[in-house]
C-alpha cells in the first residue's frame, strides 16, 4: 500500500464505478480524500462478473462522468471486460487516490470524525462516502428444503461460463436480464428450465436501459416531491426475484441484447411459474409435479454490502439505511452512494452513479 497520511477530510470505502465517479467530482472539489479499496487491481465488481455479461446499455449512455466509455469494435453492447478496462483507464486518466488491497472491516463514531479501521490500521475523516455495492452479498431466497438438495446452488456472483454445465440439467430462478442472459448462453447446452415468479416482460428490440434508467429517473423525483409518479411497472425495490436490490432492477424489464434476442428467435425464453419448494432431487410445484435437476442457477440478485457499517447502528428493520438523498439520517457524516435507487436514482449504474456523485459532492463540499 502506498504511504498516506492516516487523516483525511474524506474516505471514500469503495474504488468500483460508485466510488470512483465521487473520486471525480472531490477531485474536482479539490477536496482531501482517499479512496480504499479491497480488490487488488481496478474494475470493482465487473472483474467478478461472467465472460460473455453484457451491459443493457450501449457505451455513450454507461459512462462515468468526464470520459466516455469507448465503444468495444464491432459496436454493440459493453461486455464486463470492457468494463474493467474501462474503469482502470479511467482511474488512471484523472490520477484519483486510491490505494488497494485495504479493506474497511468496521466504521465507528469518533471525537467529531469518523474512524474507519482497516487490516492496515484506521483512518479518521470528516466525511465517508461508503460505495462498496452489492455484489459482495448474493442473496439466495429461502425456500422449503433449500439446505436437503444433494446437486449444486449456484448464483450469478459464482457463475463464470457455460462449459461447467454442459449436459447437465439446470433450473434458472429469477426474471431479470441476468436470467435471460444466462439461460440464452446455457440453453445451447445444457438442458435448461426457467422459472420466474411471474410472467417475464422482454421489452421491443429497439429498446434499452437508456429508456429504464430515464422512467426510474422520473419516478424517483415524482417520490421526492410527492407527485403521482406513472404505474411501476415492476414492485417495490429488493423485492423482484432476478435482480439486485433497489435501482433501475425495480422495473423488471428484460433488455433484448443479441444473444437473449437470439434466444428469443430459438422459442428457449419460455419461463414456468415459480417452484414452491426443493427436494433432495430437484424443485416442486405446489400441484405435486417435480422437476430433477443437477444445479438451481439463482440470478436473485444482491443486497448492499453494508457490514462495515454496523457499528453506527443505523439500519432500519429492512436491512437498509435510512438516508436523506444519500446523507444518513442517523450520521450525517456518512454518505452512501451505487446501492440503488434509496442512495439515487438508478445509482447502482455507471451512469446513474455519475449523475448521483455531482450532488454528492457538492453537499460534502458544503458540509466541509
Known sequence: MTAAPWSVDVLVIGGGQAGLAAGYYLRRARADFVILDAQDSAGGAWRHAWDSLRLFSPAQYSSLPGRMMPIPPGGGYPSAADTVAYLADYERRYELPVLRPVTVHAVRRGDGHLLAETGHGTWRAKVVISATGTWWRPYIPHYPGLHDFGGEHLHTAGYRGPEPLRGKRVVVVGGGNSAAQLLAELSPLAEVTWVTQRPPRLLPDDIDGRALFDLATRRHRAAQTGEQAEERAGERAGERVGEGAAGIADLGDIVAVPAVREARDRGVLKAQPMFTRITSRGVAWADGSTLDCDVILWCTGFRA?????????????????????????????????????????????LIGAGRTARQLAAEITAQL
Not at 454496523?310 to 432500519?316: F, K, V
Not at 436491512?319 to 447502482?348: F, K, M, N, V
Open 305 to 349: 454490502a453494508l457490514n462495515h457499517l454496523a457499528p453506527l447502528r443505523l439500519r432500519s428493520p429492512d436491512g437498509l439505511i435510512p438516508t436523506r438523498g444519500t446523507q444518513a439520517i442517523g450520521e450525517p457524516r456518512l454518505h452512501l452512494l451505487g446501492y440503488g435507487d434509496w442512495t439515487g436514482p438508478a445509482s447502482a449504474t
